[in-house]
């Protein structure tokens, strides 16, 4: 099992980024993907989750209206666009997976972001 994250960066204030999670070694489509932002000396917080066949989304309201969580079956993939990026979104970003009543889960090592001028 495999989730790779990328697309992360340096990026200034009001810009944009496309964070991506590959996904191999389990039925991709049957798992309710998030992702989570990581800071230093801070727990680890839910930004955004998509399910499975539905795609209902669902956002933390720190994010709401700037970013969008999408996914594509067939090629086992999420992504979060990061759109009017803010200083305190920096954080590593790190991409989760939940199967139907969490027996399994997964995660990413993450990919760093930084919002800065």
Do not use: H
């Not at 070694?25 to 998509?50: C, D, H, N």
């Not at 499975?52 to 979060?80: E, H, P, Q, W």
Request: aromatic letters at 10%; proline letters at 3%.
């Amino acid at each position: 099992v495999q989730l790779v994250e990328s697309g992360g960066g340096l990026v200034q204030p009001g810009g944009s980024l496309r964070l991506s999670c590959v996904a191999s070694g389990f039925t991709f489509s049957s798992y309710t993907m998030r992702w989570y932002q990581q800071v230093p000396g801070k727990e680890r917080e839910l930004v955004a989750s998509i399910t499975t066949t539905s795609g209902r989304t669902d956002y933390a309201d720190s994010v709401k209206g700037r970013f969008t969580i999408s996914r594509d079956n067939t090629k086992n993939m999420v992504f979060l666009q990061m759109n009017s990026l803010k200083p305190e979104d920096t954080a590593v970003y790190l991409c989760n997976a939940r199967s139907l009543g969490g027996l399994y889960e997964y995660w990413g090592q993450g990919t760093q972001v930084t919002v800065s001028s």
